[in-house]
């Protein structure tokens, strides 16, 4: 298998995340109005955007031609972040029928950001938090590794300003936009 082809798998032996808690003082918290720099072109501030809005949290993309090393395998929850992209790209259109905007974020660079958005034709924006200002203001839960502070992944459900539902800890990646359908589908019962 290609490294690039590693990138889109997600090995079975993944070491599974736990709640932690470390999540459990965001619902209802407001969302700072702040603008992250978006793969769109521009800022957004998150604070601003009407309607039902998911924005899933992942630590970093992969870099072509280098596969996932093993240190990092063996992080709890932190391998998928392409298969979890990829997924809320395939259920992209599903989400926006239901109502929702999706935006991605972590804490990689603008330009690494648009440069996986172009590679995987990711139809909605990444937002740079490469700063942490967002991650803190919230106190989103991260990890170190190889010199980077990440975020863990965890998804923000907000309505009006202020985040009505968190996902964490996320596993499997691949699987989360699914479940959230399935959140969002109980939701208008």
Not at 109 to 124: C, I, M, V
Request: hydrophobic fraction near 35%; glycine fraction near 8%.
């Amino acid at each position: 298998m290609s490294p690039d082809d590693q990138l889109h798998q997600i090995p079975p032996d993944l070491p599974v995340p736990v709640d932690d808690g470390a999540c459990n003082h965001l619902p209802g918290h407001p969302v700072p109005a702040m603008s992250l720099q978006a793969t769109t072109g521009g800022r957004i501030n998150l604070s601003q955007v009407t309607g039902r809005v998911i924005v899933y949290c992942y630590p970093r993309t992969g870099t072509p031609g280098q596969p996932p090393s093993p240190e990092w395998d063996a992080i709890p929850g932190a391998r998928g972040c392409t298969p979890e992209a990829c997924a809320f790209r395939d259920h992209h259109e599903e989400l926006q029928r239901r109502g929702v905007t999706v935006f991605g974020l972590s804490t990689q660079s603008a330009d690494a950001q648009r440069e996986f958005a172009r590679r995987e034709h990711l139809p909605f924006p990444l937002l740079s938090d490469a700063d942490l200002e967002f991650v803190r203001a919230l106190r989103l839960t991260t990890f170190e590794f190889g010199g980077m502070t990440l975020v863990k992944r965890l998804t923000l459900v907000i309505d009006g300003g202020r985040i009505t539902h968190v996902f964490y800890p996320v596993f499997p990646p691949q699987d989360h936009p699914e479940e959230v359908l399935a959140w969002l589908d109980a939701q208008s019962e």
